[in-house]
């Protein structure tokens, strides 16, 4: 299995970035995705998941209103765009596999290997 995290990069506050990740060598759509992130010296922590169909979506509340999550699963894609964007959102961003729609990163099966999203004030 591998899902591969792309789309971050350095940005402006206020600005948007698209996240994406594509995975492969697992039926994407019996999956459940999720997107966590891990800032320099703190612990990983959950920021949106989606659930097999899409029909579904949970977000944490320091994102809320300013993060989509959303997925193409005929592409066996997810998608985290990410609006307004502010300096304490600099992390590495991490998509994630699951069975179920869950916050909890234990309950995830396959993680991505990250990509670097810096937010400049």
């Known amino acids: 299995v591998q899902l591969q995290a792309s789309g971050g990069g350095l940005v402006q506050a206020g600005g948007s970035l698209r996240l994406s990740c594509a995975a492969s060598?697992?039926?994407?759509?019996?999956?459940?995705m999720g997107w966590f992130r891990q800032a320099p010296g703190k612990e990983r922590e959950f920021v949106a998941a989606?659930?097999?169909?899409?029909?579904?979506?949970n977000y944490a509340d320091f994102v809320k209103g300013r993060f989509t999550v959303s997925r193409d699963n005929a592409k066996n894609t997810v998608y985290l765009q990410m609006n307004s964007l502010k300096p304490e959102d600099t992390a590495v961003y991490y998509c994630?596999?699951?069975?179920?729609?869950?916050?909890?990163?234990?309950?995830?099966?396959?993680w991505g290997q990250g990509t670097q999203v810096t937010v400049s004030s």
């Open positions: 994630a596999a699951t069975g179920v729609l869950t916050m909890r990163a234990s309950l995830y099966s396959y």
């Open positions: 060598g697992l039926t994407f759509s019996s999956y459940a």
């Open positions: 989606i659930s097999r169909s899409g029909g579904s979506t």
